[in-house]
Nanobody, 125 residues
Framework: QVHVEESGGGSVQPGGSLELSCRVS????????VGWFRQAPGKEREGVGC?????STRYPSSLKGQFTIVQDNTKTTLRINSAKPEDSATFYC?????????????????????WGQGAQVTVSS
């Protein structure tokens, strides 16, 4: 059984940094893609970055530089580099086991089959 769980999050001041972690159980390490998404109240869920089984990362062009994804043997970490008010949202981690290339990852919600419950981030001074 696959389980995805986010941790971290919380409150951060504008311009500050914050990290969220994602742990995936039930899947073989380096054989799945991890995506990070955010959803603000009243808005659609959008991808903020992803990491492929080979460790290649991808970010939306409109959000480049705002987020950094790193991965080790136990977790995938999303770093919010310089928090903005629009980062006040629920952040979700997701995983998928099917991929066209181990060097590529997708940023669409429809591409992911396993989801965590989400972690809240509030950007406020």
């Amino acid at each position: 059984q696959v389980h995805v769980e986010e941790s971290g999050g919380g409150s951060v001041q504008p311009g500050g940094s914050l990290e969220l972690s994602c742990r995936v159980s039930g899947l073989t390490l380096n054989h799945y893609v991890v995506g990070w998404f955010r959803q603000a109240p009243g808005k659609e869920r959008e991808g903020v970055g992803c990491i492929s089984p080979y460790g290649s990362t991808r970010y939306p062009s409109s959000l480049k530089g705002q987020f950094t994804i790193v991965q080790d043997n136990t977790k995938t970490t999303l770093r919010i580099n310089s928090a903005k008010p629009e980062d006040s949202a629920t952040f979700y981690c997701a995983a998928r086991t099917e991929y066209s290339s181990p060097s590529y990852c997708a940023l669409s919600t429809s591409d992911y089959m396993y989801w965590g419950q989400g972690a809240q981030v509030t950007v406020s001074s």
